[in-house]
């Protein structure tokens, strides 16, 4: 059984760029959610998916979106790269059913590098 | 902003002996949990207490929460090597579909 998948699980990039994150979540599962890991720091939730829609956003500007496709699978896309984009990028599935914060199951994270 | 706040920022402690680490928050909660972190790897979940429950153990863990105090702590008795890692406590908010984080307890057991 497949847990969640991340790719690519490092990148660099620079100011400016532009940048798409993949996240195939855990068999069965229905949502996923993305968050922002800085060194040293705990995870900062960027939003959430459920049934293709965005069901919930944290403190973040819209130059982070994202996408649910039918099969539940995600993309986050970051535009406009600033050098405080640096960070570990990490999705996160839960399963039908599971409360809105309930239980979450991470993939390995993407690393990205903004320079 | 964060909702959590892990005490201490970091711990080491010999193999063998018990670590506990301790979780504050600032609002009313619908349950806590704690996750662990590798190395900067993906996180992996532990534990979920709620708010209606006081203690909690799986395996080697000991989880207890009082919500009169917005406090949670997290025991891991007879540490062994590879409990290595950072410890995170997560808290919902109410009516809130994401977890709020603490910045996490770093743990080094020494052999």
């Known amino acids: 059984d497949a847990g969640v998948t991340q790719s690519p699980t490092h990148l660099i990039k620079t100011r400016g760029q532009q940048v798409t994150l993949r996240c195939s979540p855990k068999?069965?599962?229905?949502?996923v959610s993305w968050y922002q890991q800085a060194l040293g720091q705990g995870p900062q939730f960027i939003f959430q998916?459920?049934?293709?829609?965005?069901?919930q956003r944290g403190n973040f500007p819209d130059r982070f979106s994202g996408h649910q496709f039918p099969n539940y699978s995600s993309e986050l896309n970051v535009n406009a790269l600033l050098l405080g984009d640096s960070a570990l990028y990490l999705c996160?599935?839960?399963?039908?059913?599971?409360?809105?914060?309930?239980?979450?199951?991470f993939g390995e994270g993407s690393r990205l590098t903004v320079l | 902003s964060q909702q959590g706040e892990e005490d201490p920022q970091a711990l080491s402690i010999q193999e063998g002996e018990n670590a506990t680490m301790n979780c504050s928050y600032k609002?009313?909660?619908?349950?806590l949990q704690w996750y662990r972190q590798n190395s900067g790897r993906g996180l992996v979940h532990l534990i979920l207490?709620?708010?209606n429950e006081r203690e909690k153990h799986s395996g080697r863990l000991r989880v207890t929460l009082d919500t009169s105090k917005k406090s949670s702590s997290l025991l891991i008795t007879a540490s062994r090597a590879a409990d290595t890692a950072s410890y995170f406590c997560?808290?919902?908010?109410?009516?809130?579909?994401?977890?709020?984080w603490g910045a996490g307890t770093k743990l080094i057991i020494k052999p």
């Open positions: 207490i709620r708010s």
């Open positions: 996160a599935s839960s399963s039908p059913g599971t409360s809105f914060t309930g239980e979450l199951f």
């Open positions: 997560a808290t919902d908010m109410d009516s809130n579909y994401q977890l709020i």
């Open positions: 068999s069965g599962h229905d949502t």
């Open positions: 998916y459920y049934e293709e829609e965005e069901r």
């Open positions: 609002t009313s909660i619908n349950n």
